[in-house]
């Protein structure tokens, strides 16, 4: 029996749009925070209120692309003291995450943490360390857990519709050029697809198994000894299993399966942005559901706002522990693919 009725579930997360107001700084003028702060002026009610660059010129140039209003810093030290800026978020690469995340908390600011939050466990315990001594709020930005379709997979899951989830099944991958020096392949800039996009996977199945017994990871080394594509399978007693994929090398899907006893949820593509995805069950019955929307990271940038208003130091969305679980898994998983970063 097929039922052709689509439902929609943009009301499974609450309008970002109604989230309180909220003065961001940028720190780090590059791809992702233009992005962001596109987002936020035209999704939220907050603003970018200033923008922090270690040169004063990039600050200016991103300012006037994506924030025209916004107050210009030419140092990092200066846009967290600003004292117009409620949040920062640290947009800079992997290996700077712990040195900027201290610096916006020193200031005493809250921080919005890009993903992968630090190069390992160790470096995101210290920075999460710093942010429960000094009360601060911080969450790292895994934007695929505030999204509105992964917000109703989970209450259909949590309803038992797919009844025991028994295997998750999640492939990010997109041929990167290759350029040494830059962000995706240096290890000085703590690179590799693991850590940069592998991360989105491995994220889905923390959220719906928790903690893997095993971890097992194979995968191929980039010319500059990052990890350039893997498959990490992780397992959960005799309960459950994950195998997940990303690559710099393979423009594979952006997809997810997740298995269950009694059925199966299914997104086929684009999991990274507001989607669609269908349940299918035994019997070859399937219900789709349309979760498309424009923008992304509005999601993420409403619950930083409603955490703040609420006077939270982390999300229950996005806890302390699940940005360490994740930490933890990928420092097993990169142990057996033999990356590791200078002065690790
Ligand atoms: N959520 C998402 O969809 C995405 C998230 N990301 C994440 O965002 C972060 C930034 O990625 P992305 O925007 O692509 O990176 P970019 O290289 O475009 O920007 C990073 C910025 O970091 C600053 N920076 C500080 N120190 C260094 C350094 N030593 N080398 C290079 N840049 C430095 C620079 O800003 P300045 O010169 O102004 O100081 C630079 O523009 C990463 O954590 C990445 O994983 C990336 C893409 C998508
Ligand atoms: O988070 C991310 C999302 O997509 C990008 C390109 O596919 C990545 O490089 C990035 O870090």
């Given at each position: 029996?097929?039922?052709?009725?689509?439902?929609?579930?943009?009301?499974?997360?609450?309008?970002?749009?109604?989230?309180?107001?909220?003065?961001?700084?940028?720190?780090?003028?590059?791809?992702?925070?233009?992005?962001?702060?596109?987002?936020?002026?035209?999704?939220?009610?907050?603003?970018?209120?200033?923008?922090?660059?270690?040169?004063?010129?990039?600050?200016?140039?991103?300012?006037?692309?994506?924030?025209?209003?916004?107050?210009?810093?030419?140092?990092?030290?200066?846009?967290?003291?600003?004292?117009?800026?409620?949040?920062?978020?640290?947009?800079?690469?992997?290996?700077?995450?712990?040195?900027?995340?201290?610096?916006?908390?020193?200031?005493?600011?809250?921080?919005?943490?890009?993903?992968?939050?630090?190069?390992?466990?160790?470096?995101?315990?210290?920075?999460?360390?710093?942010?429960?001594?000094?009360?601060?709020?911080?969450?790292?930005?895994?934007?695929?857990?505030?999204?509105?379709?992964?917000?109703a997979i989970r209450a259909l899951?949590?309803?038992?519709?797919?009844?025991?989830?028994?295997?998750?099944?999640?492939?990010?991958?997109?041929?990167?050029?290759?350029?040494?020096?830059?962000?995706?392949?240096?290890?000085?800039?703590?690179?590799?697809?693991?850590?940069?996009?592998?991360?989105?996977?491995?994220?889905?199945?923390?959220?719906?198994?928790?903690?893997?017994?095993?971890?097992?990871?194979?995968?191929?080394?980039?010319?500059?000894?990052?990890?350039?594509?893997?498959?990490?399978?992780?397992?959960?007693?005799?309960?459950?299993?994950?195998t997940l994929a990303s690559s710099?090398?393979?423009?594979?899907?952006?997809?997810?399966?997740?298995?269950?006893?009694?059925?199966?949820?299914?997104?086929?593509?684009?999991?990274?942005?507001?989607?669609?995805?269908?349940?299918?069950?035994?019997?070859?019955?399937?219900?789709?559901?349309?979760?498309?929307?424009?923008?992304?990271?509005?999601?993420?940038?409403?619950?930083?706002?409603?955490?703040?208003?609420?006077?939270?130091?982390?999300?229950?969305?996005?806890?302390?522990?699940?940005t360490l679980d994740l930490l933890?898994?990928?420092?097993?998983?990169?142990?057996?693919?033999?990356?590791?970063?200078?002065?690790?």
């Amino acid at each position: 029996m097929v039922s052709h009725a689509v439902v929609n579930v943009l009301d499974a997360v609450p309008d970002p749009g109604a989230a309180p107001p909220v003065r961001w700084g940028i720190l780090g003028a590059g791809n992702i925070a233009g992005s962001f702060a596109d987002e936020v002026r035209t999704f939220t009610q907050g603003h970018v209120a200033a923008v922090g660059s270690r040169d004063e010129h990039r600050a200016r140039d991103f300012a006037q692309r994506h924030a025209p209003s916004a107050t210009v810093h030419g140092s990092y030290e200066a846009l967290v003291a600003d004292p117009d800026v409620d949040v920062v978020y640290v947009a800079t690469p992997h290996s700077h995450h712990r040195d900027h995340g201290l610096l916006a908390i020193a200031a005493g600011k809250p921080v919005l943490m890009e993903k992968a939050f630090t190069r390992n466990e160790a470096e995101g315990r210290e920075v999460l360390d710093a942010a429960r001594a000094a009360g601060v709020f911080v969450m790292e930005a895994m934007l695929t857990r505030h999204l509105p379709h992964v917000a109703a997979i989970r209450a259909l899951i949590a309803q038992g519709e797919i009844g025991e989830v028994r295997s998750v099944t999640a492939n990010y991958g997109s041929n990167a050029a290759y350029d040494p020096a830059g962000r995706l392949f240096a290890p000085e800039l703590a690179g590799g697809a693991l850590l940069d996009i592998g991360i989105y996977p491995l994220a889905f199945a923390t959220d719906l198994l928790g903690m893997p017994d095993d971890v097992t990871a194979v995968g191929l080394a980039a010319p500059t000894g990052v990890d350039a594509q893997s498959t990490v399978v992780l397992r959960y007693g005799d309960r459950a299993t994950a195998t997940l994929a990303s690559s710099v090398l393979a423009q594979s899907a952006t997809s997810l399966v997740i298995a269950g006893s009694g059925g199966r949820i299914e997104v086929v593509d684009r999991f990274m942005v507001p989607t669609a995805f269908s349940v299918v069950w035994a019997d070859g019955a399937r219900r789709d559901y349309d979760g498309y929307a424009p923008g992304a990271k509005q999601y993420e940038a409403a619950e930083v706002a409603r955490c703040l208003a609420a006077g939270l130091t982390e999300s229950p969305r996005m806890t302390w522990q699940d940005t360490l679980d994740l930490l933890q898994v990928m420092d097993r998983a990169r142990a057996q693919l033999g990356v590791v970063y200078p002065g690790e």
